[in-house]
């Protein structure tokens, strides 16, 4: 089957999980999920991670629970806990890149099992208050077409969390550059004013237990922004759950 990235197969795909053949994004056999179960025990094996950043830590032998960093231990994000379920690697990097970029919306269910894999992300959907896609400009959504964080945080959803969703909580607006292209201290210095909640979302988050869906997170400055930004408004706890992390 060709790859049929943004085009009305892909949506219509989108919208009817496991009742059609198709073919893997990784291998691409044919017929298989999106996402095939090879694939996935062989890319997407759990790790461990820092509970605050998501970096990858090294194995320890009867750990139990989440771990910190060092560099979260001296310096603590805004992030409460910060979850991720790949490293923003081969071959993560391509098929998150057709879903984002060429507008692969087939692949937002399978990719959000992944995320639902984790043991804690089941967790973090059900006692969150409100849950926010990471937002998107108006001048990046009219150039991509949709809004993928807000796909991906749709694929998450269940029938107990689907009324915590709300996209509108924060407005960002357009920055030049986007952020994957620039370096920590530019990504940082462009972030500053970006994010906003406006007056009338402002009791939507005031008190409330915020969880961030993010595609990618790299040096993190978008989703500690972010968190701030809430945090300012009154927010009463801010995490984030990720698909991939760049080690």
Not at 74 to 93: E, G, N, Q, S
Not at 97 to 111: C, E, I, N, Q, V
Not at 147 to 161: D, F, I, K, N
Not at 182 to 190: D, G, I, K, M, Y
Request: charged share 20%; proline share 9%.
């Amino acid at each position: 089957m060709p790859n049929l990235p943004a085009s009305w197969l892909s949506r219509w795909h989108a919208g009817l999980p496991g009742l059609l053949p198709s073919q893997c994004a990784v291998c691409h056999r044919w017929p298989a999920r999106r996402l095939c179960q090879d694939c996935r025990a062989r890319w997407a094996r759990p790790m461990a991670r820092c509970g605050r950043c998501a970096m990858p830590l090294p194995a320890r032998t009867g750990a139990d629970g989440p771990r910190t960093c060092g560099a979260c231990l001296v310096k603590p994000p805004p992030l409460t806990h910060c979850l991720a379920a790949l490293d923003y690697a081969y071959p993560w990097h391509t098929v998150i890149g057709d879903f984002k970029f060429r507008g692969d919306t087939g692949l937002a269910r399978s990719l959000a099992d992944l995320l639902l894999e984790l043991p804690q992300a089941r967790e973090q959907l059900q006692q969150c208050d409100l849950l926010l896609p990471m937002p998107l400009s108006p001048q990046r959504l009219r150039e991509r077409g949709f809004h993928q964080t807000l796909v991906l945080a749709r694929a998450l959803c269940s029938a107990s969390t689907r009324g915590k969703l709300r996209h509108q909580a924060v407005q960002r607006a357009h920055t030049a550059q986007a952020q994957h292209d620039l370096p920590r201290a530019l990504r940082l210095r462009q972030l500053r004013t970006v994010f906003a909640v406006p007056p009338a979302q402002l009791a939507h988050v005031r008190g409330r237990k915020i969880l961030l869906i993010d595609d990618v997170m790299t040096t993190g400055a978008s989703l500690h922004a972010l968190a701030t930004c809430l945090r300012r408004a009154g927010a009463a706890e801010v995490s984030a759950l990720v698909l991939a992390r760049t080690p």
